[in-house]
C-alpha cells in the first residue's frame, strides 16, 4: 500500500528546508529539528504537520511579519526548480503560516499570497481572509481571475469554492454563489488545463446546492469556446451521475437512446480486499443509426447500520454503430485508498447507459471495515 501522504513531511524535506532557508534567514537547525520532531510527531496527521511546521517556523524566526514575509517568497523564488516535485505540498506550511499570523496585516498577506501561490497553492490560507475581509478580498479574486500566472488565476477559482474539500466551509457561498460567478466568467475558456479543472470542480460544487443556477450557466456558455465545452463537461458530472436530462442534453447525450442493455454478469459471486469485483455487460444499439453512449457503474455499500449508500462510477463515452452490440468490462478494487469503509456482507452492482440503471445484482464482500 503506498505510503501515507504525511510521510512528505521528513528528514529529507526539512534538511532540503533548512539547507535553503538557512542562507536567507539564519535558523537555529537544531532547535527546528527538535521543535520538528517532538513527542507527537508521529500522531500527527497530514494539517497537523503543516500547522506544527507553521508554529515551530514562527518560534525560531525573531523578525516581524512582514520581513518574515520577504524571507518566504525569496526562499520560493529560489527553491522552484530545484525542489523534489511532491514538496510543492510540503511547502503548504508557508500559506498556512500566513493563514495564522498575517491575517492583521491585509496587504502583506496579499501580496505575499499572490508570489507564494505560484510555488505552493494558498487556496486554504485565502479563505481565512474571505471570512475576515470578505469584500475587498473577494475584489481581490476577482482581480487575480485576470492575472498572467496561471497558478495565481486557479487560486482566484479554487479559494471560493463553495465545498472546497479540507477547507474551512464558507456557508455563504453554498447558499448565494452571486460573488463566485464573475471570478468563473473570467476562467470559462482559460488556456491553462490547470485552471479549467479548477473551475470545472467550482461549477461542479454550485451544481449539488443549485443545480437549477449550474445549468442555466453551461446553457450560455455552451459553445462559447472549446475549452469552455470542457468545463461544461467536467462540471456537470454529478448530475451526469444522477441522470439529470438537462445535463445529458448540454453534454450532447440523451437518456432516450435505442442503446439497450442485453446482459450483465459478474465474474464470481465473492470478492475481498485482494480479488477485485469483475463486472460485465453487452449494451446493443438497436436503431439504424449511431448512437452516443455513456457506461456508468452504480456499488451500493453496506453501512454500518445495515443501510446502502449508493454512488456512481464513470466507465467511458462512445458512438455505438447501429444493429451493433458492445461489450464492456470493468474492475473494482475494494484495497482502501480513500476514508471510505467497507462492512463485509452482501453488496449490490448495477450498470447504467445513458441515466438508465439496470437491475442490481449481489455479491458477498469479505473484508473487515478500514479504520482510517
Sequence with gaps: MAQALKHIFSNEFYTFFLEHFSDIYPLDSQKFMISIFDAEWEHKALKERITHTAHVLHDCINATYKETVDFFITYCNKITHLQNSEWGLASMFIPEYLRIYGIHDYETSMYAIEHITKHTSCEFAIREFIQVYPEKTMKQMLKWSTHSHPAVRRLASEGCRSRLPWATQIPEFRKNQDRIIPILENLKADESVFVRKSVANSLNDISKDNPQLALALCSEWKGFHKHTDWIIKHGLRTLLKQGNKEAFKLCGLSTSTACELKELGLQGASVNDSTPLHIWFKVTNTSTKKEKCRFEYALYFLR?????????????????????????????????????????????????????ESKKMAFNLMVQPHDR
Design 304 to 356: 454500518k447500520n445495515g443501510d446502502y449508500s449508493r454512488k456512481v462510477f464513470f466507465i467511458r463515452e462512445t458512438e455505438l454503430h447501429a444493429k451493433t452490440t458492445m461489450y464492456i468490462e470493468k474492475k473494482h478494487s475494494f484495497i482502501a485508498r480513500t476514508k471510505r469503509l467497507y462492512y463485509q456482507g452482501i453488496q449490490y452492482v448495477s450498470c447504467i447507459v445513458n441515466g438508465m
